[in-house]
């Protein structure tokens, strides 16, 4: 293997295109991390793939060994010979990475503010299709069909959001010859509409949940409505999907105020404000079953999708298969979801959701006609490429497997890493620029589908997804084993990000024991995500961490090419007596070196902490007494701030030493901002509207302003009763995180 990845690298020298092209994922996992060493860790093998090879094809090296699945490529299989991808981020380097194994060359488009994105570096062509805002471009069809025509491009695969699911779009297509790769305009009418796709659900004997079916007109018959089926109730967009447009509502106010909202995401994101009416089922599971068909009347089911972990109706971690399904319900939902997809002649990969109660009654809720943001986990445990199976329909080839064929091989998990911020609700969208990145391709049998690298801007202008984070195992503890070790060693900076919340939902009790529902989140945190608890010996072990982390510094400090400085005064440079702040408590902490090996005394017990201290490392791998720890010194200065990423989760400590502590008595402190007379923007965004003015008496509670971000509106309340002093923003602005936006008297 040594000798192939050197001559691969020779290869890649001279002729990058032919020789990266050539570089496969083998099956053998041990063979595969040993080409994760050589394209995204090897120095010299980076640096000299990365200089000769410029921009396309070496990040297309970067990324060659991100996947876990084992599907063939038949090169003498003619399919289309240009394919233009319309969307943006991770998915387009994703129909990317497929269409150069399948030989296809690739046309990229973008925003003006996406010119530099990794999916225009990666594309053998790309276009400029408009201005920044998506309705002026990834949701501009007439520029994009100028692009098609551009640049002859065969045929268009639309990814997930934006026009995937466009009837128009897809007819337009057609009517220019140009092939989608998806079903017909009939499937995607029929299951886009959700109105629409539950009559005919009813019509195919697919189990489906109590509801209005019509297009319910106003707030008004909203209310009626909800009183007729019995709160709660669930109202969304006729249109919708991702989890915009969808609010629950559990009586008339809320349903009123649910409508507003519903309908007001429903136009934003799809242009289309048509809302539904359904019953709500209170602690599901939510569970999804992946079809594949032909033109051939022929489909597949290729099992099922755990997706219960939610906030705010969007899934943050999947898992496949589900521990709750036996052989016999997947078989009834499989043999369903099929039903449903012949039913409306579907010819694509395409996805039914379902809604699982505690006693495995299922109830259809939607059928997505595009790829799934988590479709990798079901590549993981059955080996297809579902890109590429969707190009081979596209052209009109039979599919190549029965359902016998089918396996469920392993167990895989996709968390979705955001630029969030997990205190808030859940997750908020973050922006900024990455200043720092490092994928965790070093850890085995892990893929990362990314669309961004390091200096990639996350803007407010579009979804704040930063990679799909996949590990796969033999079993399901191994995979979650191996996603916990990814999420220590994901090096993600210039954002915040919601690696905390993850990490904690894997290794949560009753994730762990499969007790899950789509109130897991709110069950399990119902104060809100606060981070991780630590244990008493935890807290002994972040001590010792960051006490050590902290005399290394010091002894570097004092060194001066490689000697001892000269010092006016004698100090001992073997013991340390520290004073450490860490939340409310402060801690004394003696510290003792020898050689890399650091003696650690904590509230009396001692811990030896040995690592090769390398300050200028990202990630730090740290044993104590035994125990190995991947943590992450995130920040330090010279007053003894420090803040390091330990389990996860991100903690600020303050480490001084006896006689500093004692001096900082002294030290007057930074009075406290009184929240409760102001609101300020807990997001970066768009105000869509103001609801009071100076001089207005507002109550408790009562909405102030609507913030979007990232298409989802958010609704800011007055924290107490007062008199409107100030407004500071207007609708239309843009408003950043901490903004000021309206003052109390």
């Not at 004073?579 to 409310?584: I, N, T």
Request: aromatic share 8%.
């Amino acid at each position: 293997m040594a000798a192939s990845l050197r001559q691969v690298a020779v290869g890649a020298w001279r002729q990058p295109e032919r020789h990266l092209l050539a570089l496969q994922v083998p099956n053998d996992f041990s063979v595969w991390n040993e080409l994760v060493i050589f394209s995204s860790f090897g120095h010299w093998q980076k640096k000299l793939l990365l200089l000769k090879c410029a921009t396309r094809y070496s990040r297309w090296c970067l990324i060659t060994s991100r996947t876990l699945y084992t599907a063939e490529y038949d090169p003498n299989e003619k399919t289309f010979e240009k394919l233009l991808i319309a969307n943006r981020g991770e998915i387009a380097c994703r129909v990317i990475k497929t269409c150069k194994k399948m030989g296809i060359k690739t046309v990229a488009i973008h925003s003006d503010v996406d010119s530099t994105a990794v999916h225009v570096k990666m594309a053998d062509e790309a276009v400029c299709v408009g201005p920044a805002p998506t309705s002026k471009s990834y949701l501009n069809m007439d520029a994009i069909m100028e692009a098609i025509k551009k640049t002859r491009a065969q045929a268009v695969h639309p990814g997930y959001g934006f026009l995937s699911e466009n009837k128009e779009f897809a007819r337009r297509l057609a009517s220019e010859g140009v092939t989608f790769i998806g079903p017909d305009t009939h499937a995607i009418q029929a299951m886009g509409d959700k109105i629409e796709s539950k009559l005919l659900a009813k019509n195919a004997k697919v189990n489906t949940i109590p509801g209005f079916d019509g297009v319910v007109k106003d707030a008004d018959e909203a209310v009626r409505i909800a009183r007729e089926i019995g709160y709660p109730v669930m109202i969304k967009a006729s249109a919708g999907g991702g989890g915009k447009g969808m609010r629950i509502a559990w009586d008339d106010e809320e349903t009123r105020e649910g409508f507003r909202f519903s309908s007001q995401e429903a136009a934003s994101s799809f242009g289309d404000d048509r809302l539904l009416i359904e019953k709500f089922i209170d602690n599901p599971r939510h569970i999804e079953i992946q079809v594949l068909a032909d033109k051939h009347d022929n489909a597949l089911w290729l099992n099922e999708r755990e997706c219960s972990i939610q906030r705010r109706n969007q899934k943050v971690v999947e898992e496949a298969p589900s521990t709750f399904l036996d052989p016999d319900t997947r078989r009834a939902m499989g043999e369903q979801a099929v039903a449903l997809a012949k039913a409306v002649k579907y010819s694509s990969a395409g996805t039914v959701e379902f809604l699982v109660d505690t006693k495995k009654n299922f109830y259809f809720l939607e059928m997505n006609t595009r790829l799934q943001v988590e479709h990798p986990i079901t590549e993981c445990i059955t080996g297809l490429d579902l890109v590429q199976e969707m190009i081979r329909v596209a052209k009109g080839y039979p599919l190549r497997h029965k359902q016998a064929d089918i396996p469920i091989n392993g167990w895989a998990v996709e968390c979705r890493v955001y630029a969030e911020d997990p205190y808030k609700s859940f997750g908020l969208p973050s922006i900024g620029r990455l200043s720092q990145y490092q994928e965790p391709l070093h850890v085995s049998n892990v893929r990362v589908d990314s669309g961004i690298q390091e200096g990639s801007d996350i803007s407010i202008y579009y979804d704040p997804m930063i990679s799909k984070l996949i590990t796969y195992g033999s079993d399901r503890a191994e995979a979650l084993q191996r996603m916990e070790e990814a999420l220590d060693n994901y090096v993600i900076r210039g954002v915040t990000h919601n690696i905390a919340l993850l990490r904690e939902v894997i290794i949560h009790p009753r994730f762990v024991q499969g007790d899950i529902s789509t109130k897991f989140l709110p069950d399990v945190y119902p104060d809100g995500f606060k981070g991780h608890k630590l244990t008493d010996l935890e807290k002994r072990e972040l001590l010792a961490i960051a006490t050590s982390l902290y005399v290394a510094e010091q002894l570097r400090s004092q060194q001066f090419l490689g000697s001892p400085r000269i010092s006016l005064a004698k100090l001992d440079l073997n013991n340390w007596e520290l004073s450490v702040q860490l939340g409310d408590g402060t801690y004394s902490v003696t510290v003792s070196n020898n050689g890399s090996t650091f003696s650690v005394e904590v509230d009396g017990m001692k811990l030896n902490v040995t690592n090769e201290w390398n300050l200028a490392s990202p990630l730090s791998s740290v044993t104590i007494d035994g125990t190995h720890r991947t943590i992450q010194c995130l920040s330090r200065d010279a007053a003894g701030n420090i803040s390091i990423q330990f389990l996860g989760t991100v903690y600020k400590l303050r480490i001084l030493t006896k006689l500093a502590a004692e001096l900082s008595k002294y030290m007057p402190e930074k009075a406290v901002e009184d929240t409760t007379s102001i609101l300020r923007s807990p997001m970066p965004g768009a105000v869509v509207a103001v609801s009071v003015k100076p001089g207005d008496l507002v109550s408790e509670g009562q909405e102030i302003c609507v913030i979007e971000a990232m298409k989802m509106q958010n609704s800011l309340i007055a924290a107490k009763s007062g008199k409107v002093k100030a407004v500071h923003c207007k609708a239309g602005e843009t408003v950043g995180e901490g903004d000021l936006l309206v003052e109390l008297e």
